[in-house]
């Protein structure tokens, strides 16, 4: 990683801190709707969450 790339990566948290606490970024998190677990999915859907699920486990297994 060059000196430049380093640096900039050295700041990045600081800039997301920053973005957090301004105020009109502040009042636009807050406008969104509220993320809600639904408890009950499409079974076509959940086949493939089970699908993702089971192909990350073997991943992490080798």
Known sequence: MSRTNAA???QLPTQIRRQ???RSNQRFLH???TFRVVSEI???LRTLLDRL???ENSTRSR
């Open 31 to 33: 406008s969104l709707p």
């Open 8 to 10: 900039k990566h050295d």
């Open 53 to 55: 699920d089971a192909q």
């Open 20 to 22: 957090f606490s301004d």
């Open 42 to 44: 499409p079974e076509p």
